[in-house]
């Protein structure tokens, strides 16, 4: 079973005031990455405008580990490509995640791209392989570069820390004592029918737990309709 990291189509379009601001705020950071003025490579006004549409974008979660923000971790702007790499990409729409403070820290501003796996463009599901201890390892069906990339993306954001292995292996068990419950969730009332819009809910953190337990309990069509609901389809 995968990790919670989870394939998050950019479905929304970039902001419009990113759009109109862009240029200025990047010529601005280039000019603080050449060390020709002073301050943090972006203002307060504009992380905050980043922030907001980089929570809706991962449905208040992040986009690495899948753990829910302003719960476990405060939001921070991530760059695929790091912005002390790549100054031009720091206020570019396609490069800019959601990420919690221990993923964006742990992935640090080394140059990862090619070997991170890239969220919204990339279906990380088909990578990973999760022991219902919570721990995560490459897929048994991948080569060997797959299992390389797959390796790479857990040890650069550091996806085996045990209270994550604690919480995906804590959804497992909730949905597969769900589906015990009921030998058709599809049609299940009250109670059963309340837990199911809950885990099946795009905010509900560890989706891939979620997805995964159902599949081998004979509800594969579940888990695609939980997909197709995160992904907007």
Request: net charge positive; glycine share 6%; charged share 25%.
């Amino acid at each position: 079973m995968p990790l919670p990291m989870v394939h998050t189509p950019r479905h929304l379009p970039a902001p419009p005031k990113l759009v109109s601001n862009a240029a200025r705020w990047t010529a601005r950071h280039q000019r603080i990455h050449a060390g020709e003025a002073k301050g943090d490579w972006a203002t307060r006004d504009a992380k905050r405008l980043l922030r907001a549409a980089l929570y809706k974008l991962a449905h208040g979660k992040c986009a690495f580990c899948e753990s829910p923000l302003g719960v476990s971790g405060y939001l921070e702007v991530e760059h695929y490509v790091a912005k002390s790499i790549r100054p031009d990409l720091a206020f570019d729409w396609p490069n800019l995640l959601p990420a919690c403070q221990c993923c964006n820290t742990s992935k640090g501003d080394q140059d990862h791209s090619g070997a991170l796996l890239k969220p919204d463009i990339e279906d990380p599901e088909l990578h990973f392989w999760i022991h219902p201890n919570g721990e995560i390892m490459p897929h048994p069906s991948l080569g060997e570069a797959g299992r390389r990339r797959a390796l790479e993306t857990i040890r650069i954001c550091n996806l085996q820390r045990p209270a994550l292995c604690t919480q995906r292996a804590d959804m497992l068990s909730r949905v597969s004592r769900w589906v015990e419950l009921t030998l058709d969730p599809a049609a299940a009332g009250g109670p059963l029918k309340e837990e199911w819009e809950c885990l099946s809910h795009p905010k509900t953190e560890y989706k891939l737990a979620v997805r995964h337990a159902l599949r081998p309990k004979g509800h594969a069509e579940l888990s695609v309709k939980d997909k197709d609901r995160f992904e907007g389809r």
